[in-house]
């Protein structure tokens, strides 16, 4: 446990180095993504998750834990598209930094598999920084993936970056409880593979919504969630789809 603890701390040193050139490079590519947004195909998405974390004190005061669990419906929400469970262990450097390894399992069917539904698998490393300032809580989210593809004929490993900004503004002339939500995330691929993935912008969200707490443990946020798919060198096109995003987060 004392390797793992060490590792996770080596970690987090090595993403503070890197946060510079990370965040420069997002925020880049963010704002061409709506000049890439050429010709493409439109669909209506609904998504549900929950989001539980809580704390190994047991173990290490500085150890966390995570579980996402998210349904994605798509085809104008008519049949399952994608799922997506989330386990992941965190250490925080500080109440403000946070470093995590995790595994991703995603099941992917129509009409975002072509062919065939497919097995998404991807181990991933993430520093997550957060903090209060007077007019809300601001949270960055650098993560790297590395995804392996139940796709016959495929042995590649692919590499991908994402970085997510999020405010959250609270509403206190509508009531202590709500808050208003908005956040950003860009993947970018970083290798082209034999499944048809090729290096850059490779997909971005952007979120809007309303968040509210139901207790000191768990909150809500709904809202709608634009989900922009780059399909570069593809004869397929590329996909905007507009979901109705609803997760629950959980504290314990």
């Known amino acids: 446990m004392q390797y793992m603890c060490n590792y996770l701390q080596n970690l987090g040193i090595m993403f503070k180095n890197l946060s510079a050139v990370i965040v420069s490079t997002a925020l880049g590519l963010m704002l061409t993504v709506p000049a890439l947004a050429g010709d493409r195909v439109e669909d209506f998405h609904s998504w549900a998750a929950i989001e539980m974390t809580g704390g190994m004190s047991r173990i290490n005061p500085n150890l966390k ?31 403000k930094v946070t470093v995590w390894l995790g595994y991703d399992w995603v099941p992917t069917s129509r009409p ?27 949270i960055s989210r650098t993560r790297l993936e590395q995804r392996f593809f139940d796709i016959p004929g495929s042995s590649d ?71 922009f798919i780059n399909r570069p060198q593809s004869p397929r096109p590329d996909q905007m789809n507009h979901v109705l995003a609803v997760t629950m987060f959980v504290n314990f």
């Open 65 to 95: 834990y995570k579980l996402f669990a998210q349904g994605r419906f798509g085809d104008n929400s008519t049949r399952f598209t994608q799922a997506l469970i989330r386990p992941g262990i965190g250490y925080a450097i500080n109440d």
């Open 157 to 227: 490993v692919a590499y991908r970056y994402r970085q997510m900004f999020k405010l959250s503004t609270p509403m206190p002339s509508v009531s202590p409880r709500f808050s208003f939500v908005v956040w950003n995330e860009i993947f970018i691929d970083l290798n082209s593979m034999d499944t048809g993935i090729r290096s850059g912008l490779n997909q971005n969200w952007g979120f809007a919504g309303i968040g509210y707490r139901l207790n000191k443990k768990t909150s809500v946020e709904m809202g709608y969630l634009n989900q």
């Open 112 to 138: 975002l598999a072509l062919k065939r539904p497919f097995n998404d698998h991807r181990v991933w490393q993430q520093l997550s920084l957060r903090d209060n300032y007077s007019f809300g809580t601001v």
